[in-house]
């Protein structure tokens, strides 16, 4: 246990100095083989066995599926189609961009590709309509990280392999906190701006005026809206697998972006595809990295050792779950929320176990987690990816960052938390988990 602290602490400290994730958990890996007298020729093999599994080939595919969907015009339709209905509210741009990226996460699964599809039109949209530019920039931020709740998650793809649980499952158990967190997030847009003067809002018009231009939008945004539908209505049916349904949305992604909102051609087509495979590959990497870390964890039985330590503490199950949900918090800082899915299920699904917890709740724990660490400092890989869209620096946008934390998303973790049936009530209902 010492051991694994030791090199958990090694792990930080390389990240900290911007050592790159992969890189930083090679070496760690590689230390806690060589330290624990584990045969590092054993423990590779596996990372390369989990990493190339067939389950895991919808990462690539999801991946690809949203660079084609953010170039091909799907952002701008998506956009259009939710300020027909509130645009035309003080405030109602800024409850656009939450809405539109949590439908965005319904397509891409991915946080960073949420920020870069939504962020670059809106947080300038909003800025020329008054808005301050910390606030349009923190909202993004935390917005973006509804992509972990509304499936399908590419986090919760991953979550789910690791520990061995359901995908659809867990894509469920998300997607109730998700659609509260939408709300929540709307709800303090409106509160926070209610008394800002230089927001400029369009004219208001008929209630007939409105309702042709809400049918127009959603005419234009049809293909985008039918996406998401199609891709849970195939995995749900049981038609399809999560990884057949990811490889549905790639072949659906790119005639919808050639043909019909034509954001596509050849060009762009093939700068998306190198762009996703870039990505996919730097994700790979550490995953590659963290598989190998996770089974020689498991040979240490470190996560039995945590288990023990963590029920020492106390054996109120409150109080073990707060200190459970203070961790994957720091995890959530410390690295991206992929990377912190894997570490979550290795690390504390055995524990949970032991305290009596449905490994499909804890998966909705893990997301509502990883999502606040995510934009919580000191790390916070997707609020430093916002402002770099903004080009602001941190002082200007860290205060109103923290108010939607703080008032937003950190109730509802602790919600999440202690109401289970949040989280259990659709998988229970649509999948029939005990």
């Known amino acids: 246990m010492v051991t694994f602290l030791l090199v958990m602490l090694a792990v930080v400290v390389l990240l900290l100095i911007e050592i790159p994730v992969a890189f930083a958990f090679g070496i760690g890996a590689l230390m806690f083989a060589v330290l624990t007298g584990n045969n590092i020729s054993f423990l590779v093999p596996h990372g390369f066995n989990t990493a190339s599994g067939f389950a895991l080939l919808a990462l690539p595919l999801f991946v690809l599926a949203g660079t084609l969907m953010a170039v091909g015009g799907i952002s701008e339709r998506l956009l259009d189609f939710v300020n027909s209905f509130v645009g035309r509210i003080k405030g109602g741009l800024g409850a656009v961009t939450v809405l539109t990226c949590a439908l965005f996460g319904a397509i891409s699964g991915s946080s960073s590709a949420a920020i870069a599809a939504i962020g670059q039109i809106m947080i300038p949209r909003m800025t020329r309509e008054g808005y301050p530019e910390g606030h349009a920039t923190a909202l993004v931020a935390c917005s973006s990280v509804l992509a972990l709740l509304i499936p399908p998650s590419i986090p919760m793809i991953v979550f789910s392999i690791t520990g061995g649980i359901s995908v659809g499952a867990a894509f469920l158990s998300t997607i109730i906190p998700g659609i509260l967190l939408t709300l929540v997030y709307c709800g303090l847009n ?58 549905i949305a790639v072949v659906y992604a790119i005639p919808v972006g050639l043909y019909i909102y034509k954001g596509l051609n050849m060009k762009s087509l093939g700068h998306a595809t190198v762009r996703a495979v870039i990505t996919t590959g730097s994700i790979l990497a550490v995953l590659f990295f963290l598989f190998i870390m996770s089974r020689a964890m498991i040979m240490e039985q470190i996560p039995k050792h945590l288990a023990e330590a963590l029920l020492q503490i106390s054996d109120n199950k409150i109080i073990i779950l707060l200190v459970i949900n203070l961790l994957l918090l720091l995890i959530g800082m410390i690295v991206d929320d992929i990377s912190g899915a894997v570490l979550a299920a290795v690390i504390f699904l055995p524990v949970i176990g032991q305290l009596g917890i449905h490994p499909i709740h804890f998966a909705a724990i893990v997301g509502v987690n990883l999502g606040l660490g995510n934009v919580s400092p000191p790390c916070a890989p ?25 008032f937003g998303h950190l109730p509802m973790v602790l919600i999440v938390t202690f109401i289970p049936d949040l989280a259990l009530y659709l998988p229970r209902e649509l999948m029939g988990i005990e």
């Open 190 to 247: 409106f509160w926070f701006l209610r008394n800002n003067t230089s927001i400029t809002v369009a004219p208001k018009v008929s209630f007939a005026e409105a309702s042709r231009g809400v049918v127009r939008s959603g005419y234009k945004a049809s293909f985008a809206l039918l996406m998401p539908i199609l891709i849970l209505g195939v995995i749900y049916s049981g038609i399809a697998t999560p990884t057949e349904a990811a490889a």
């Open 382 to 406: 997707m609020l430093y990816m916002a402002g770099g869209v903004s080009k602001l620096p941190l002082d200007k946008y860290i205060v109103p960052t923290l108010k939607f934390l703080i």
